[in-house]
Nanobody
Framework: QLQLVESGGGLVQPGGSLRLSCAAS????????IGWFRQAPGKEREGVSC????????YYADSVKGRFTISRDNAKNTVYLRMNSLKPEDTAVYYC????????????????????WGQGTQVTVSS
């Protein structure tokens, strides 16, 4: 059974940090691009950060650039999203997804090309 499981979400004060993990089972992440997406209430799901399968090319949304870092550990079949300097506007359900989008990761960090999705983890930034 192909599965992605996110963990690491929670409640954090503004300026704080969290590290989200996305563990895969039933398939290997080596040949997949991985994306982190988020969806806040009343808003569309948006691409936060994506990393390519080969070369480790990365993309970050302007709103998180310089604060978030995506990384992958193929040996552990896990992808991470390190989030620093969190802001209230980062509050959302965060999803990881795996896929084989055609084209550069900078142009394909949108939900459509991603086939496998986790269940999501809530991140709340509030004082």
């Amino acid at each position: 059974q192909l599965q992605l499981v996110e963990s690491g979400g929670g409640l954090v004060q503004p300026g704080g940090s969290l590290r989200l993990s996305c563990a895969a089972s039933g398939f290997t992440l080596d040949y997949h691009a991985i994306g982190w997406f988020r969806q806040a209430p009343g808003k569309e799901r948006e691409g936060v950060s994506c990393i390519s399968s080969i070369g480790g090319n990365t993309y970050y949304a302007d709103s998180v650039k310089g604060r978030f870092t995506i990384s992958r550990d193929n040996a552990k079949n896990t992808v991470y999203l390190r989030m620093n300097s969190l802001k209230p506007e980062d509050t959302a359900v965060y999803y990881c997804a795996a896929g084989t989008p055609l084209g550069a990761v900078q142009a394909t960090c949108v939900p459509g090309p991603y086939d496998y999705w986790g269940q999501g983890t809530q991140v709340t930034v509030s004082s």
